[in-house]
């Protein structure tokens, strides 16, 4: 039976991450002040306490710093989170162990289409921290890097997923604004852990875009959101993301390409509608 590590199990996919790899083996978590093994990674001597201290077979490392635009206004830290607390944990890691990265559709660049795995050109300081992580994961033999995006209710206090600020909204008639002009093709979080213990089992390596097999606008996203949940949608509109001023650039189309991951698993990914019925 494996011992399974899970970093960043405060995070919105920290949970599901545990409840998933519960099939392989014994489950222990890392969060930077909770969890069985706490401990802030981007520090090397922490890191290796945290290692050494679970013996794990199988690390899943979820945590990161993952806002946009403070990773834009403080990309050192975006950094030491991102690239340098991954470095660490590879530095104590055995070789045998196996790791899987979550990485981001964020490391893709403006290009329109659905993008492959070789397409990485970040256009913002996450996605290259992100993407120098990827570096730092593939360095070991036995890890696999998932690119990814998620959606699902959050079982985090103080944390949203998009898919939680749309509902919570619509519920409270605020206002927001649904970009027409991004799109993205993520999955339900439940999907996403489901997906990356099938990973492991098949003892894949390399780097996988784990998404779904389409994808859409995030304006139609939220609109199918609220046809599913019954909810009014007249205090949304929708616009641009250039209109919100002050953000980070970002990528208009992260749609991502899952050929790969449904060769290797011998199956096909789901559409981003059957994604959305889950809610």
Known sequence: ?????????????????????EKLGNVCTNARVEGDFPGDLS???????????????????AAAKTNV??????????????????????????DEAYLVYLSTDQVYPDKTGLHVEDEANPVNAYGQS??????????????????????????????????DFVIDSLVARQ???????VLFSPLHVVTLAQTLVE????????????????????ADFATSIAARCLLQTETARRGCSQEM?????????LRMDPSRLEKALGRSMPTLEEEIAKL
């Open 1 to 21: 039976m494996s011992t399974v590590l899970i970093t960043g199990a405060r995070g919105l996919v920290g949970p599901y991450l545990v409840e998933a790899f």
């Open 43 to 61: 520090d090397a001597r922490k890191a290796r306490e945290v290692i050494e201290g679970a013996a794990p077979n199988i690390v899943v490392h």
């Open 69 to 94: 635009d403070a990773c834009e206004d403080d990309p050192d830290d975006a950094d030491r989170n991102n690239r340098l607390a991954t470095s660490n944990i590879i530095a104590a890691l055995p």
């Open 130 to 163: 992100k993407f120098e992580g990827e570096v730092a994961a593939l360095a070991h033999r036995q890890s696999i890097v998932a690119r990814t995006n998620l959606f699902g209710p959050s079982r985090v206090e103080g944390r949203k997923s998009l898919s």
């Open 175 to 181: 206002s927001i604004t649904l970009f027409e002009d």
């Open 199 to 218: 990973m492991v089992q098949a003892g894949l390596t390399g780097v996988f875009n784990v998404s779904s097999r389409d994808g859409m606008s995030k």
């Open 245 to 253: 001023a002050g953000r980070a650039r970002r990528s208009l189309d």
